[in-house]
């Protein structure tokens, strides 16, 4: 049970109360692509190096994408001054 | 309940207290977005409880090195197999669910699903 | 903490203070401020009006509509303001006991569990043991996840690649825009493809420069991942996702017309049926060999080489293609509604 293990089971709890406390929705999603990243990287110390890479290729990449390209869609990304949807 | 096997079965642990955060957050927020976030966190919770189940410490990862093929010598390859497939699925159901909330948000022009329950019931009335 | 900063009210410190001091107060105040404001035009305001002024031409039956319909505004304004501060209190502290009774509950399972990394574990049976002994003389395959998920489980693969095809096709029913009958554009195609391209940089050099010397190495590096999918970690779906991820890299920095040079609607649904059907026949030829005992006649090759394994690196070619086509679909219809 070494100290980085524990150190990054511990920010993977932090990552998850940080997508739910903060405003903006863009700062979600990059703390939420953070998250998946490191769980890829736990994977590697439970000895799994196929759910490693398929986790990162497929949560740290497409997921996230299309997370993006949704909030592009509903103009939901800072800059678009004149149209922004009503959030929390 | 005894503390300090729960420090045992650490990952156990991590991946309980994730899924009920991920059920928290599906419940509480009402941005569509946010929810669907909060799902994907309990997804990846479950697949790290399951993954961990097949952990034996002192033992190397599944694949085949000098032609040594003593049980003694490699983890349990089962659970990853069923992990793999649960990933891909998760990823197809995001896509569906991010679809939904474009049509719905072209629809409403709000993301907040509340205002789009009252506006729902208020066009059937 | 010192309550003199400029932004102190944007403080996280400040938020839970004002929370806690004032309930949902603030926030419900915010609501009303913002709904009183600017006024919705909301279908419901609009049939007021519509309502309001037939009534006044005198007809009884169009004025007892129109109070029925205010009544039922009079309720949806109290819903979303004071019935809210009522309900929103109430729904957050269930929802948040409700979340710290089931960690509760499935702690005091955990505790119950197998100590982690233990050789005696329930779980380590015969089945693993046969796996990982018998593995590499029955299948051929290095990668021992490989070898089962694709030879001793392949049902289940085939069963995954049928979910993702059908998510797909899901998403293509959601978000496609169709063209007219003669193959013009229609209204709607126009008007999302100038919302698509207003704020996309046009002809970025960085960008273009950036993928003309990226894409073929991420092609290369999936392609790599998918041949040695029975020799070292990877596979199908992770080579599939990578291969995606440079197609998707080619269309932002070059545009829809270049990409659709080699990928169209064709494209998509060739690729993924051939794929399906040939993986759906080689396990049903192997299927058959198995269940009356014939020895498949497919040479398993020394362990170690590329080609090697029986029908593995064909089902892990097939499988890659899919996943690449589903995702590349994906992107491509939440950005622009179609190829």
Not at chain 2, 36 to 56: P, Q
Not at chain 3, 95 to 106: E, H, N, R, V
Not at chain 3, 192 to 206: F, L, M, T
Not at chain 3, 326 to 335: K, V
């Amino acid at each position: 049970m070494s100290f980085v293990n524990v150190f990054l089971l511990g920010m993977l709890i932090v990552c998850a109360l940080a997508v739910s406390l903060t405003r903006n929705l863009l700062t979600s999603l990059i703390v939420y692509m953070a998250y998946s990243l490191i769980m890829a990287v736990i994977w590697m110390f439970l000895e799994s190096p196929d759910l490693a890479i398929t986790e990162a290729a497929v949560g740290a990449g497409i997921t996230s994408i299309l997370f993006f390209v949704t909030l592009k869609k509903i103009h939901a990304i800072k800059g678009d001054s004149e149209r922004e949807p009503t959030q929390k | 309940m005894p503390w300090s096997l729960l420090y045992e079965n650490l990952e156990q642990t991590v991946a309980v207290i994730l899924f009920g955060i991920g059920f928290s957050i599906l419940l509480l927020q009402r941005n569509l977005i946010r929810k669907i976030i909060g799902l994907n966190i309990m997804d990846t919770a479950v697949y790290l409880f399951l993954a961990s189940m097949g952990y034996i410490s002192g033992r190397k990862a599944p694949i085949v090195v000098d032609g040594v093929t003593e049980v003694t010598a490699y983890i349990n390859p089962i659970p990853a197999g069923l992990v793999l497939t649960g990933i891909v699925v998760s990823v197809s159901f995001t896509a569906i669910m991010l679809a939904l909330t474009v049509r719905l948000y072209r629809r409403y022009h709000t993301l907040d699903i509340d205002e789009i329950a009252m506006l729902a019931r208020g066009e059937d009335a | 903490m010192s309550r003199r900063r400029s932004d102190w009210e944007q403080r996280p410190q400040a938020r839970i203070r004002k929370w806690y001091k004032e309930g949902f107060l603030a926030l419900d105040e915010e609501i009303i401020d913002h709904l009183t404001q600017e006024p919705r035009h909301t279908h419901l305001q609009e049939e007021l009006i519509e309502a309001q002024q037939q009534a006044e031409s005198s007809r009884q039956h169009d004025r007892a509509l129109a109070l029925e319909r205010l009544d039922q505004h009079n309720m949806l304004i109290w819903a979303r303001t004071r019935g809210r501060k009522a309900i929103s209190r109430f729904h957050v502290v269930l929802a948040l006991a409700l979340g710290l009774l089931m960690i509760i509950f499935l702690l005091d399972t955990v505790a119950y569990m197998p100590r982690f990394g233990d050789p005696n574990a329930p779980g380590a049976n015969e089945v693993s043991r046969r796996y990982i002994e018998q593995g590499l003389t029955e299948t051929g395959a290095t990668n021992i996840v490989a070898g089962m998920i694709l030879d001793y489980r392949a049902f289940d693969t085939l069963g995954e690649a049928t979910v993702l095809f059908i998510a797909a096709s899901a998403v293509l029913i959601l978000l496609r825009i169709d063209r007219n009958k003669d193959g013009s554009p229609v209204q709607e195609l126009i008007a999302a493809e100038s919302d698509d391209q207003h704020y996309e940089p046009r002809n970025d050099r960085i960008l273009q420069g950036s993928a003309m010397v990226l894409s073929p190495i991420i092609f290369l590096y999936g392609i790599y991942i998918i041949l040695n999918g029975h020799l070292s970690p990877g596979g199908g779906f992770s080579g599939g996702a990578i291969i995606s991820a440079g197609l998707i890299l080619y269309l932002d920095a070059f545009g829809f017309e270049k990409a659709g040079r080699f990928f169209t609607y064709k494209t998509f649904m060739w690729v993924s049926f051939f794929a399906l059907s040939f993986y759906a026949l080689a396990k049903a030829y192997s299927f058959y060999c198995g269940a009356n005992g014939i020895p498949s006649g497919i040479p398993l090759g020394t362990p170690g080489a590329i080609l090697s394994g029986g029908l593995i690196m064909p089902l892990n070619i097939a499988v890659g293609m899919v996943v690449a086509c589903t995702m590349y679909i994906f992107y491509a219809l939440f950005r622009k509604g179609g190829l």
